[in-house]
């Protein structure tokens, strides 16, 4: 079989500088919370006001350590309870790799709740705000993912299957590009557009219902091609945990987009 796209063999690490290593992973975490700042403090001017700059200044740190904290313990607990049961000094080990997508979004939602709370913001135009400017991140961890020869697909004679470094002798389906393609550029342009409506800024609620029913949407649709991990396996029904895991925010989604649309 002639492989008409190679795999690129990136290096993960950017550069190192005696102990201090820079790693592409990391960098995409960092690119996503400047970038996605840089955007929320535009989009914070939009009428109506969801939340004042300087308030958008403040909520980085705790979105940071939502990302983290949530991201890192999602992944404990979602998937592989057992191994950290078992090594629980391992837990908060982030530069052994493990962060789960769905536990930082729940990170970051508390974020947002208790600072919400705490600065007198209204949630759900704040929300949605977080909504517009997730997919930045989403994009740029997946081409980490990527570059670091992980996440990768199921085996595939497509004519752009990969052999990765780390996935055995066989082709399989560049998954992780086809995550950042779907859950990070379409879902961006969708709320971008959106968001640019009046009519849609004013339903609070509405761009995050969008936000979390498309991403699980794209991450079922994605799972599809996506070899799981190799401690779990297929689930009941031939089904991933990525995909249980995004059921409950499509159901969400969907819940939010209706309560905004019933809104006057």
């Known amino acids: ?80 309870p057992g191994f950290y049961l ?26 947002a709740a208790l600072f919400a709370h705490r600065r007198g913001i209204r949630l759900l135009p704040f ?12 994009f740029l961890g997946r081409i980490a993912n990527f570059i670091n020869g992980e996440l990768f697909g199921r085996v595939s004679e497509a004519p752009w299957a990969m052999v990765f470094p780390r996935g055995g002798p066989y082709p399989r389906h560049p998954s992780q590009l086809y995550e950042a393609g779907m859950e990070g550029a379409v879902l961006f342009v ?8 009046e009519a849609v800024r004013r339903r609070a609620g509405l761009l995050t219902g969008v936000f979390l029913a498309g991403y699980g949407v794209a991450r079922t649709i994605a799972e599809l091609f996506r070899q799981p991990d190799i401690h779990l396996g297929f689930l009941s029904g031939g089904t991933t945990m990525g995909q249980w895991l995004s059921a409950p925010m499509l159901a969400a989604g969907v819940y939010l987009m209706v309560r905004a649309r019933r809104e006057t």
């Open 1 to 80: 079989m002639t492989f008409v796209i190679p795999y690129p063999s990136i290096d993960p690490v950017l550069f190192q500088l005696g102990p201090l290593v820079i790693r592409w992973y990391a960098l995409a975490y960092i690119g996503g919370l400047l970038l996605g700042w840089w955007y929320m403090r535009a989009l914070a001017t939009q009428s109506p006001v969801a939340a004042e700059r300087d308030e958008v200044d403040d909520f980085l740190v705790w979105a940071t350590l939502g990302v983290v904290l949530g991201g890192r313990l999602g992944y404990v607990l979602f998937y592989n």
């Open 86 to 111: 078992d090594n629980p000094s391992l837990i908060f080990a982030v530069w052994r790799g493990g962060m789960s997508f769905h536990g930082g979004l729940l990170g970051v939602a508390a974020a």
């Open 127 to 138: 929300a949605d705000l977080l909504a517009c400017i997730a997919p930045i991140g989403l």
């Open 190 to 197: 969708v709320l971008f557009f959106l968001r640019r409506r």
